[in-house]
């Protein structure tokens, strides 16, 4: 009984054991379940690491995969857009160009609207996000704070306030208020039937986030962007550092205002005579303190990511008059050479409505043609690189806090604050301050503060429309009267045989005696204090010899009257500009008359200006030597070169390791004895100090060649010895590069190009590949690998009626669309697409036409 | 109704339901299904099963009529691109199917989970009760006496 009771008594115990057992085990198996799902759930919801929200981003219906609808939809198709006052066409060639026709201008812009953000919504945002120092928001702060730097920037240099500015001017009938307004609402139509849809970008989805409404400062915005890229310049905390280094006598003999070799600008003068012009030496020498603060400030301009500081440019644009034509009809031709990005900066379109008949390019977030031709004239731009950023460091003092010393008086700092969304973390706080002369971007030191063109409210809308209508020269002129950055060259040809070219644009000036190439004392009177009379600009109609043509190079000779920028401030060296002056020149005394072709050919050519001028220069230092082995292989390459950089060319590649070994023998030694701090690698070949520099060593090696600069390296007493020293350098880097046989030494194999994704992702970028070309050729092709160059080329025979033009790209951003690369091949192998207008685009092959409806 | 049936009928609802969901941008209707079949299929090993056939097929299914329409190939490079896996165009697919898979099974298993314990909370007398009958026949000890 006992036992029983005892069995009893066990048997319970395991009984309730078993089930306490399984209990547990079930608990167990639920909260297993529970953190199993709860991982699986945060990863899908959130993203974890480089993942992103796997849920989202991978739903086939409405994730990453509607690129494959999207690029499925451009089909003929009828669209319902809210504002749309009447219908209106648009019409898809097979190649993606857009052409709209709408029976009203208000719904010709907001079909533009529509259109770019159906074709490019991603890049449109990214692009507002950048100037409204917004990127933080849905990119977080960036390995080391990049992208948080980058919006704390551009809110300081004031983009936002500046947009915000213009809108308040713009009158409330002013047409590009109209044309603004109607394209935000064209967006806005679009980004509403994406999300219906769920047809937004991609990128949207694995970035996990959604647009907002587009707004008429974002449009300005964009404007603002460009405008930044192309001309906010350091050079003045360049010269500082050089001055402060190199010493006052040396910078200003290596980096003077007028550039030492023979350029050939475009307007040669006369002019009108003025007196008061700034002359750059003697230069007075920077102090410790003042070296200090621009260093600091020149290390964190230098640290923010590429495109928000200018660092030079490249474009070529001319034009032919009809007396000089085949056709008998103007020639022009364009391509401004930009970043090189899928997409592209550029979306092609033409316009039709009862104000607008204008066929070209767009940049995506504006509503009106840049570069492209009407029914009268056609319009390219090249940038004019004059100074339009100027440094001031205000006067403070400890008795007058927060105040800074101004025309003999204590003037109180405006202040603006801003509230950075960042991504994964709290608000970053950011407090502007502002002088009379703009924001305070450095208080490292010296508070120093920024004077910048681009900050001047402009309603450059306004005047891109009135190109777009403009009949003749008077009225394209006239319309340019307001632009005032960035300062372009506008080329310009029409149907009358005319042609012409005007630096429009603000050329800021300083009071006499003033130092605009250095950080100037903020105290009042250094203060810029006006511009160059519009009539006084570089400007040029119809002249005697037929042709006008730019290329970044300074726009006038040695005369004229005003101050317009440094040689290194930073006006190309002039050798794509004197090439396609030469080979203009040569063609009209061989044959006579120009072509279409001939304007393609130039548009590609591959001759290298610098290498004509200084190749001989150096075969003649080699000649009487005695050479061996590659070093006599390389020597009989050059002697018998074209100077052309071909990508299959042997002798353009010992050209150019040589130019870089030539200039590296004679600056290194320089700016290690000098301890410069700044980085003549920087850049790349970019750098515009190089260019500066180059051209000094071009003047000496020609002119001078005992020129002291040469007595640091070594044993050499003049540039024969530096530049046999540096070719053979050139030809043992060659050799260890690139293999012992100078047969394999092509250019190809040195110099790639490549057109990148906009987002860096390297498996959509185009390339890179090998190329043709250099940063000094008509088809400038700058760095290793390049991704700068013509971003747009365009051909216009107005005798023949025939429009030409191509781009690096493709309209739409979507990497699976059929139009996300398919222009690259066609440009990369210098051909064009016919630029069609709305009749025949709608009967050609493949098109497709949408129907657009209130 | 036969397991079976009951099984079938579950599992095409659960397809159904998580396809809508996609539809609408809610891909977590995935995983709510299969939290829903957990809870509604009675044995262990056929929740799991179902839920993940249920995000397989609720998953893959816009994926084949994509491919039937306008062909995955390009979106598919693309993506792999994005992902620094270029060239790979299967992975985002597999990636896709798997996460689908994923989510009816982790729903499942939940919901599976949650109804074995809720079914066996001393709080449930009729399921209590199950248990006392199983343990007494397998006990030894009961047998005995």
Redesign the interface.
Known sequence: MRE?RL??S??SS??LA??VG??AV??L??G???L??AA??YV??FGAGPLPA???A????????T???D??SYGTQTLHLDGLQKPAKVVLEANGTAHISATTDHDLFLAIGYVHAKFRLFQMDLLRRQGEGRLSEVLGRGSNDDVLNSDRFELQLGLLRTAQKEWEQLPKDNPSRIAILAYAQGVNDRIEDAKRT?QLP?MFT?LGYEPKPWTPIDSLIVKGDMTQTLNFTDTPLVMALLDKSLGPDLTAEWFPVLPPNPQSPYDPGPYAPRTDVGKIAPMRAVSDGEASAVASLYDRLHSLPRGLIATGGASNNWAVAGSKSVSGGALMAGDPHLHLTLPAIWFQVTLDSPGYHVAGVTIPGAPAVVIGHNRHISWSLTDAQNQQTFFYEEKEDKAHPNQYSWNGSWKQYTTVSYDIPVLGSSPDHLTVKLSVHGPVISERGLTTSVWWAGNVPSQDFQVLLGIDQAGNFQEFRDALRDWYSPTHNFVYADDQGNVGLISAGYYPQVAPGCEPWLPMPGTGEDDVIGTIPYEQIPQVYNPPNGIVWSANQRQVAADYPYYIGTALNFFDPGYRANEILRFLNDKLQKGGKLTAADMMALQTDTRDYLAGNMVPFLIRALAGQTLTGNDKAAYDALSSWNYRMDKDSTPASIWWVFWQSYLSATFDPWWSTHKVKVDRSDGGNSNPLNDMLGQDLEAWTSRDPTNPAFTLVGSAQNADDVMRAAFHTAVVSLASRLGSDPKKWTWGRIHTREVENLAQ????TYGPLPDSGDRFTPLAAPDFPSAHGPSWRMVVDWGAQTFSGIYPGGQSE?????WYSNGVTTWWNGKYAPMLDFDHAASSPGAAVWRLQA | MSARRRFALVLVGGILLSLSGMFLGLWWVTFATGVAIGLALPRTWTAPVAGAISGLAAWSEPLIEANAQYGLGPTSLSIAAIMGANGAALIPIALTVIVGVLLGLAGSWLGAAIRGVALNSPRSGAVEKLGDQRLEVKDPVLTQR
């Open positions: 029983h069995n009893a066990n048997a395991s009984r078993r089930r399984l209990r079930r608990f198996n639920l297993a379940a529970v199993v799902s699986l759930l899908s919801f796997l849920g989202p991978f739903n086939p219906e409405t994730g990453a995969w690129m494959g609808a690029a499925a769920h991609a694995l992702i390297s498996g959509l979507n990497p699976a669309s059929p």
